[in-house]
């Protein structure tokens, strides 16, 4: 019997895989034991990993404070009282000077909590049901120390809100945030705290900002969480409303700093620019993520790296983007709203469940700085083609629902596993695959639909055969395609959400020479052979070609087609461009590209649609 593996996107979620086969009660066992040896495997690779970003500390957790011989200050309005020595008190103002635990409890109307200790110390902070306020500064400020740690007591309730303007010395622009630190940063405990920042950003550590437990709310008019060198996050439940970056690192100048570790918690980010920021490496081992962003949901100057975790996330501009690399090993991405999906220079895609819609491309391999619009405006920075630009996948199960190009590289395409379904672009300026170097198909299960203006195929150097299918006509979304080998064995069983004239199948089972039976919806349309790896028939099974498009270097798309000037097409001027453009290029009329038949004829232009209206993907391989 043959191996079947079902994929469903329902209101874009994507279900795990269903793998079916027939086997023994011992082999079953001896999968299991190997799968769970695996599994402690990489869950130990992945803690290794996350200890060489991240050195946590004693102090850095919340321990028993009343056993280390606490001072107490209590907040009784516009001032507090001491029980216990190494703090000043006046008026409002309450400095911290000596090395030790304090535990602040009470309401501060109008005044500050300020470390001023020696850079050799470490300075306790517990808040214990803590109200404090300052209308013009951060109503936690520390200057000096050597690692200033905030402990949230237990089943309690603290906040921290500062006033929309705050009287800083001439020249200086800090403190900037409601919590601000110069130095090290902890962040812990079992309590609730909530940041109102009213002035600039939440929290800010200079240094390095470790988060290592409680429930955080920050409503910011500017950043929520920010550290320069460092942002380390782990078993905490955070919501961030910013008008800026949601969690951001800053260091842009040291090249082992400006790194955002997040490793475990539960995150809501609503951010008015990206929702979590690095300027070097963003790492995230697991941890739940609901991400809504005026900018990139996940973003990097540098490199991502997701090992785990689980996203919701909807963006006005890249769901996930990376100047430089992007590295998926593992998680449950679901994308639900993107001008791009994923977006970096290299791409690379070992595990995970991955589904993304996006006004325009879903997977996009181009180099440079980020090039996507913001509510419309192309970015300032365009990415450039160069074979070093690649999109590699070995595994994971991945469904993308595109009005632009599916998959779209700006150099190579290689693709050694799991499994793609792409629901491509209904406009006939854009394909399901579009590459500019090479399509090397090894390995995996592939499932491309989509318009035909732009269509293109694996290049003739894969080692796994495929067969494009060429429609006279446009196919309606919910129109099932199935592929069925000699023996009524089904090989690929799929229904696009989307209408389509052109669909690219590759699977392992498809063999040379062997025949097969293509249907549409229940009706068998056509019997064929499989003569060369790569292929192309009618719907009624006759082998064709594709007029002006294919692979590169055969009058393929990003190739020079029909209309071009020096390899580019006719700029249409803003304003004047009619459906299924792509930048401001415009397809010259006559030369659409659709797939040419054997009686000359060429596909329709097929109409635009929403992705987001998809309500069903179903694939059956």
Same mark, same amino acid.
């Given at each position: 019997?043959?191996?079947?593996?079902?994929?469903?996107?329902?209101?874009?979620?994507?279900?795990?895989?269903?793998?079916?086969?027939?086997?023994?009660?011992?082999?079953?066992?001896?999968?299991?034991?190997?799968?769970?040896?695996?599994?402690?495997?990489?869950?130990?690779?992945?803690?290794?990993?996350?200890?060489?970003?991240?050195?946590?500390?004693?102090?850095?957790?919340?321990?028993?404070?009343?056993?280390?011989?606490?001072?107490?200050?209590?907040?009784?309005?516009?001032?507090?009282?001491?029980?216990?020595?190494?703090?000043?008190?006046?008026?409002?103002?309450?400095?911290?000077?000596?090395?030790?635990?304090?535990?602040? #409890?009470?309401?501060?109307?109008?005044?500050?909590?300020?470390?001023?200790?020696?850079?050799?110390?470490?300075?306790?902070?517990?808040?214990?049901?803590?109200?404090?306020?300052?209308?013009?500064?951060?109503?936690?400020?520390?200057?000096?120390?050597?690692?200033?740690?905030?402990?949230?007591?237990?089943?309690?309730?603290?906040?921290?809100?500062?006033?929309?303007?705050?009287?800083?010395?001439?020249?200086?622009?800090?403190?900037?945030?409601?919590?601000?630190?110069?130095? @090290?940063?902890?962040?812990?405990?079992?309590?609730?705290?909530?940041?109102?920042?009213?002035?600039?950003?939440?929290?800010?550590?200079?240094?390095?900002?470790?988060?290592?437990?409680?429930?955080?709310?920050?409503?910011?008019?500017?950043?929520?969480?920010?550290?320069?060198?460092?942002?380390?996050?782990?078993?905490?439940?955070?919501?961030?409303?910013?008008?800026?970056?949601?969690?951001?690192?800053?260091?842009?100048?040291?090249?082992?700093?400006?790194?955002?570790?997040?490793?475990?918690?539960?995150?809501?980010?609503?951010?008015?620019?990206?929702?979590?920021?690095?300027? !070097?490496?963003?790492?995230?081992?697991?941890?739940?993520?609901?991400?809504?962003?005026?900018?990139?949901?996940?973003?990097?100057?540098?490199?991502?790296?997701?090992?785990?975790?689980?996203?919701?996330?909807?963006?006005?501009?890249?769901?996930?983007?990376?100047?430089?690399?992007?590295?998926?090993?593992?998680?449950?991405?679901?994308?639900?709203?993107?001008?791009?999906?994923?977006?970096?220079?290299?791409?690379?895609?070992?595990?995970?469940?991955?589904?993304?819609?996006?006004?325009?491309?879903?997977?996009?391999?181009?180099?440079?700085?980020?090039?996507?619009?913001?509510?419309?405006?192309?970015?300032?920075?365009?990415?450039?083609?160069?074979?070093?630009?690649?999109?590699?996948?070995?595994?994971?199960?991945?469904?993308?629902?595109?009005?632009?190009?599916?998959?779209?590289?700006?150099?190579?395409?290689?693709?050694?596993?799991?499994?793609?379904?792409?629901?491509?672009?209904?406009?006939?300026?854009?394909?399901?695959?579009?590459?500019?170097?090479?399509?090397?198909?090894?390995?995996?299960?592939?499932?491309?639909?989509?318009? #035909?203006?732009?269509?293109?195929?694996?290049?003739?150097?894969?080692?796994?055969?495929?067969?494009?299918?060429?429609?006279?006509?446009?196919?309606?979304?919910?129109?099932?395609?199935?592929?069925?080998?000699?023996?009524?064995?089904?090989?690929?069983?799929?229904?696009?959400? !989307?209408?389509?004239?052109?669909?690219?199948?590759?699977?392992?089972?498809?063999?040379?020479?062997?025949?097969?039976?293509?249907?549409?919806?229940?009706? !068998?349309?056509?019997?064929?052979?499989?003569? !060369?790896?790569?292929?192309?028939?009618?719907?009624?099974?006759?082998?064709?070609?594709?007029?002006?498009?294919?692979?590169?270097?055969?009058?393929?798309?990003?190739?020079?087609?029909?209309?071009?000037?020096?390899?580019?097409?006719?700029?249409?001027?803003?304003?004047?461009?009619?459906?299924?453009?792509?930048?401001?290029?415009?397809?010259?009329?006559?030369?659409?590209?659709?797939?040419?038949?054997? @009686?000359?004829?060429?596909?329709?232009?097929?109409?635009?649609?929403?992705?987001?209206?998809?309500?069903?993907?179903?694939?059956?391989?």
């Amino acid at each position: 019997m043959k191996n079947k593996i079902f994929y469903k996107m329902t209101a874009l979620l994507l279900s795990s895989a269903l793998l079916m086969s027939c086997s023994s009660n011992a082999g079953t066992q001896s999968t299991a034991n190997e799968a769970e040896t695996e599994n402690k495997e990489v869950n130990l690779n992945i803690k290794t990993m996350s200890q060489s970003l991240v050195e946590y500390q004693d102090d850095d957790y919340y321990t028993n404070w009343e056993s280390q011989n606490p001072n107490y200050i209590k907040l009784n309005g516009s001032s507090a009282e001491l029980e216990g020595t190494g703090v000043s008190i006046e008026e409002g103002t309450i400095t911290i000077t000596t090395p030790g635990t304090y535990v602040v #409890s009470g309401s501060l109307s109008d005044g500050q909590i300020i470390v001023d200790a020696d850079s050799k110390d470490t300075v306790r902070i517990v808040l214990n049901g803590a109200q404090i306020s300052c209308s013009d500064n951060a109503p936690i400020y520390v200057v000096s120390s050597k690692k200033t740690i905030i402990s949230l007591a237990e089943n309690t309730e603290n906040s921290v809100t500062d006033g929309s303007s705050y009287v800083l010395s001439d020249g200086s622009d800090e403190p900037n945030a409601a919590i601000y630190s110069k130095d @090290d940063l902890t962040i812990n405990g079992a309590g609730k705290l909530t940041v109102n920042s009213n002035y600039n950003n939440g929290i800010n550590g200079k240094d390095q900002l470790k988060v290592t437990g409680g429930t955080i709310a920050i409503n910011s008019v500017d950043d929520g969480l920010m550290g320069k060198d460092l942002v380390a996050v782990k078993d905490a439940d955070l919501t961030i409303d910013a008008k800026g970056d949601g969690i951001k690192a800053t260091n842009d100048t040291d090249a082992d700093k400006g790194n955002v570790v997040l490793e475990s918690g539960t995150y809501s980010v609503t951010a008015g620019s990206d929702g979590i920021q690095a300027e !070097k490496n963003l790492s995230v081992f697991d941890g739940t993520y609901e991400i809504s962003s005026t900018e990139d949901s996940i973003h990097s100057n540098g490199t991502i790296n997701i090992y785990g975790g689980s996203f919701e996330i909807a963006s006005d501009d890249d769901g996930i983007h990376a100047d430089s690399t992007i590295d998926i090993s593992g998680g449950t991405i679901n994308i639900q709203k993107s001008y791009e999906g994923i977006e970096s220079a290299l791409i690379n895609i070992s595990n995970g469940n991955i589904t993304l819609s996006a006004s325009d491309d879903g997977i996009n391999v181009a180099g440079g700085m980020d090039s996507s619009s913001v509510n419309g405006r192309p970015g300032q920075n365009s990415f450039s083609e160069t074979s070093d630009n690649k999109l590699t996948i070995t595994g994971g199960n991945i469904v993308v629902d595109a009005a632009g190009d599916g998959l779209d590289a700006n150099g190579s395409i290689y693709m050694e596993g799991g499994t793609v379904i792409v629901n491509g672009p209904t406009n006939n300026g854009n394909g399901s695959l579009d590459y500019d170097q090479t399509f090397e198909m090894n390995g995996g299960v592939l499932i491309a639909a989509g318009s #035909s203006g732009m269509v293109q195929t694996p290049t003739d150097s894969s080692t796994q055969n495929s067969v494009l299918i060429s429609y006279s006509q446009i196919q309606q979304a919910g129109t099932t395609v199935k592929i069925l080998d000699g023996n009524g064995n089904t090989i690929v069983e799929s229904t696009p959400s !989307k209408s389509f004239q052109a669909i690219l199948v590759s699977s392992p089972d498809l063999k040379i020479d062997a025949a097969y039976q293509l249907y549409s919806q229940d009706t !068998k349309t056509a019997d064929f052979t499989l003569t !060369k790896n790569i292929m192309t028939i009618s719907e009624t099974g006759e082998e064709v070609t594709v007029g002006g498009f294919g692979q590169p270097g055969q009058g393929g798309c990003r190739g020079i087609k029909p209309g071009m000037q020096n390899g580019e097409m006719p700029v249409m001027p803003e304003g004047e461009r009619p459906a299924g453009f792509k930048g401001d290029r415009q397809m010259p009329e006559g030369t659409s590209g659709a797939t040419q038949q054997t @009686d000359g004829t060429s596909g329709a232009t097929q109409e635009t649609e929403n992705p987001g209206d998809a309500e069903e993907t179903e694939a059956t391989v």
